[in-house]
C-alpha cells in the first residue's frame, strides 16, 4: 500500500513539473526539458539492475526527491539553447554546442555540489545506515544521469526539433 501510494506521488510530481515546465518556458522548451526525465530514470533502474540493487519503499521514496532537482540540467541547457537559437539567431546545432561549451562545467559544480550533501548519510553506521545508504546511492545515480541527459541527450534532441518546419 505505502508503494502505491509512492508511485501516486511520483506521478502526480511528474505531472506537476511537466504543467510548470509548459507555463514557465513554453510547449517546446517544456518538452525538450521533460524528456530528461524519462531518460534518467531508464539510465537509473539500469544502474539498479548492474548492481543488482530492486525497487523497494527507500528507492522510490530517493526518487521521488530527487525528481523536482533532475530537470534544473535540462532546464539550463534549453534555456541557453533556446536563447541561443531564438534570440541570437544562431543554427540549432551551433546553438546547442555554445549552450554545451558555456554550461557544463557550471551544471556539473552544481550537480556534484548537491550529490556531495548526501554523502554524510553514507557514514551512518549500525542498522539505519543500512537502510540509509539506498537514498544518497540513488540520488548520486538520478543527479549524475540527468546531468548526462542535459548535456549530451537534450542538446541531440534539440538540433532535430530546432530544425525548420518540425513542429511540436
Given at each position: 500500500?505505502?508503494?502505491?501510494?509512492?508511485?501516486?506521488?511520483?506521478?502526480e510530481t511528474i505531472a506537476?513539473?511537466?504543467?510548470?515546465?509548459?507555463?514557465?518556458?513554453?510547449?517546446?522548451?517544456?518538452?525538450?526539458a521533460a524528456i530528461s526525465?524519462?531518460?534518467?530514470f531508464f539510465s537509473v533502474?539500469?544502474?539498479?539492475?548492474?548492481?543488482?540493487?530492486?525497487?523497494?519503499?527507500?528507492?522510490?521514496?530517493?526518487?521521488?526527491?530527487?525528481?523536482?532537482?533532475?530537470?534544473?540540467?535540462?532546464?539550463?541547457?534549453?534555456?541557453?539553447?533556446?536563447?541561443?537559437?531564438?534570440?541570437?539567431?544562431?543554427?540549432?546545432?551551433?546553438?546547442?554546442?555554445?549552450?554545451?561549451?558555456?554550461?557544463?562545467?557550471?551544471?556539473?559544480?552544481?550537480?556534484?555540489?548537491?550529490?556531495?550533501?548526501?554523502?554524510?548519510?553514507?557514514?551512518?553506521?549500525?542498522?539505519?545506515?543500512?537502510?540509509?545508504?539506498?537514498?544518497?546511492?540513488?540520488?548520486?545515480?538520478?543527479?549524475?544521469?540527468?546531468?548526462?541527459?542535459?548535456?549530451?541527450?537534450?542538446?541531440?534532441?534539440?538540433?532535430?526539433?530546432?530544425?525548420?518546419?518540425?513542429?511540436?
Amino acid at each position: 500500500k505505502d508503494l502505491k501510494i509512492l508511485s501516486i506521488s511520483a506521478l502526480e510530481t511528474i505531472a506537476l513539473i511537466i504543467f510548470f515546465l509548459v507555463f514557465s518556458l513554453g510547449r517546446k522548451e517544456a518538452m525538450l526539458a521533460a524528456i530528461s526525465i524519462p531518460l534518467t530514470f531508464f539510465s537509473v533502474f539500469m544502474l539498479m539492475y548492474q548492481m543488482g540493487m530492486v525497487i523497494n519503499g527507500m528507492v522510490l521514496f530517493a526518487l521521488v526527491v530527487g525528481l523536482g532537482l533532475l530537470v534544473d540540467t535540462s532546464i539550463v541547457i534549453v534555456e541557453a539553447l533556446h536563447e541561443n537559437i531564438v534570440n541570437e539567431g544562431m543554427d540549432a546545432r551551433s546553438g546547442a554546442l555554445d549552450a554545451i561549451k558555456r554550461f557544463r562545467i557550471p551544471l556539473l559544480s552544481g550537480t556534484l555540489t548537491t550529490v556531495s550533501a548526501f554523502v554524510p548519510m553514507l557514514m551512518v553506521s549500525g542498522v539505519m545506515g543500512q537502510y540509509l545508504r539506498v537514498i544518497p546511492i540513488i540520488l548520486s545515480m538520478l543527479l549524475l544521469s540527468s546531468y548526462f541527459a542535459a548535456v549530451f541527450l537534450v542538446p541531440a534532441i534539440a538540433v532535430r526539433i530546432y530544425k525548420p518546419g518540425f513542429v511540436v
